[in-house]
């Protein structure tokens, strides 16, 4: 099952990071090229081990990635979804992968999906974010300014020092 997912486009070439909540499979990345149904695909499983399968057929890669294992869509299992769509492919191994370097890659997805919805915010909608973090208490001050940087953190005090002041009078 997908935990999380990342699509990024680089020199023309989009790259498919999906991590999974799977007792085999850890990782895949998928390389995307243009006009080229056949793809490139790298999966991580348990322990590290790696391996790149070459010229897989898109629907083979989705249908693995969904983990669809025929008509019962509730049975999801990547796992059997490799065996039934990826396995038969021709595979290189390659040097296994640090498992605590993979974690921190989906960390930093994390942190650059939450900067560029950030981004697509008006400064207004930023100043409630913010504010609505400051007084849910669930954050500090230095993670609020690293967030929304400080002109946004500031309206946010403000605000806060508002919202306050209603509740004392």
Do not use: W
């Amino acid at each position: 099952m997908i935990i999380y997912k990342k699509y990024i486009q680089k020199d023309g070439i989009g790259y498919d990071h999906v991590y999974y909540q799977s007792s085999n499979i850890e990782y895949s990345m998928c390389e995307d090229h243009p006009n080229n149904r056949l793809k490139t695909l790298t999966i991580v499983f348990g322990k590290g081990r790696t391996y790149r399968y070459d010229n897989v057929d898109v629907n083979d890669y989705v249908n693995f990635k969904n983990a669809i294992l025929g008509e019962n869509l509730l049975e999801k299992s990547n796992g059997k979804a490799f065996h039934r769509y990826i396995k038969n492919y021709p595979a290189t191994k390659l040097d296994d992968t640090d498992l605590n370097k993979l974690q921190e890659q989906k960390i930093q997805f994390m942190k650059l999906d939450e900067s560029e919805k950030i981004a697509k915010l008006t400064d207004e909608e930023k100043v409630n974010d913010c504010f609505n973090l400051m007084i849910n208490g669930n954050i500090t001050d230095i993670e609020l300014v690293e967030k929304y940087g400080k002109e946004i953190f500031d309206k946010a005090i403000i605000k806060e020092n508002e919202y306050l002041k209603t509740l004392n009078d």
